[in-house]
């Protein structure tokens, strides 16, 4: 079993900035991508930004040069290295959403899911 904590959703004025965070853990194992992906109201849950555990990283074109998205060394002992967060600089209202992390093991049909965190960023 796979367990995801995230932390650090708010409310922010358009331009401001909130770093996002999500603690794996539990069946991690080491070969896994994690990401964060958002639902707006009335819309259907997008990629927002995603990381491999090699460090490869990927970003819906909306938020390219606005949202770092980082993760814990895979050198690192414990959970350290299935921790990952997302940056968000430069924040715009079109930005507001839940936000979810997520987590896939390689060879496995399952995705993970946090319990979302509201981002809501006021013009």
């Known amino acids: 079993q796979v367990q995801l904590v995230e932390s650090g959703g708010g409310l922010v004025e358009a331009g401001g900035s909130l770093r996002l965070s999500c603690a794996a853990s539990g069946s991690v194992s080491v070969f896994n991508t994690m990401g964060w992906y958002r639902q707006a109201p009335g819309k259907q849950r997008e990629l927002v930004a995603g990381?491999?555990?090699?460090?490869?990283?990927?970003?819906?074109?909306?938020?390219k040069g606005r949202f770092t998205i980082s993760r814990g060394n895979a050198s690192s002992r414990g959970n350290a290295r299935n921790t990952v967060y997302l940056q968000m600089n430069s924040l715009k209202p079109e930005d507001t959403a839940v936000y979810y992390c997520n987590l896939h093991r390689a060879g496995d049909p399952n995705d993970y899911w946090g319990q979302g965190t509201q981002v809501t960023v006021s013009s």
């Open positions: 990381i491999s555990i090699s460090g490869r990283t990927n970003y819906v074109d909306s938020v």
